[in-house]
């Protein structure tokens, strides 16, 4: 139901909303509906449609850890749960490797980023404020440089011998 190409704004988002209404009017009395879906922005439909009285089920590709089953609360699929309680050591292992494989999973974390990776394989649409915005202040790498050269390759250390202590902070 939710596609990149009807979610990617808030409009379409709320035109999808409401196109989906039409399906309960739809319904023939003692009728199911069940929606099967990726979630595509962080404010998926999804999230919604427990609101309209539907029951959410989510099977993330991968085991949570267990700082993350907050983010799933009541959805997580109680077989994932159950699995996870068994057995903690799963955390962090794929859910289904006859689909995906460790390294699977890893090229494609890779490949859609951690933001990304979390909404389409792990259906997780409550990102942290670490996936949200992955620019940090961290990362500014600040140097001086004559004006026709500099050098072919800054790298970034966070290692206590690169810090120059001396340097003026502005605020």
């Given at each position: ?14 035109k999808l909303s409401e196109a ?99 909404l389409q394989f792990m259906l997780d649409t409550r ?45």
């Open positions: 139901m939710e596609v990149a190409n009807n979610s990617y704004t808030q409009m379409m988002r709320d989906v209404k039409e399906i309960d009017a739809i319904l023939k009395p003692g009728g199911r509906v069940i929606y099967l879906g990726t979630p595509q922005t962080e404010q998926s439909l999804y999230n919604a449609l427990p609101d309209r009285g539907y029951v959410t089920r989510i099977w993330p590709a991968r085991y949570p850890e267990s700082a993350q089953l907050v983010n799933y609360g009541e959805a997580l699929a109680p077989s994932i749960l159950k699995a996870l309680e068994a057995d903690p050591g799963l955390s962090g292992r794929t859910t289904d490797p006859r689909r995906f494989s460790a390294e699977d999973l890893l090229e494609r974390e890779l490949s859609y980023g951690r933001a990304g990776f979390q990102l942290s404020d670490a996936e949200r915005y992955p620019l940090k202040l961290s990362d500014l790498i600040v140097m001086g440089c004559g004006t026709s050269d500099g050098p072919e390759k800054p790298i970034w250390a966070s290692g206590a011998g690169n810090v120059i202590a001396t340097c003026p902070v502005w605020v």
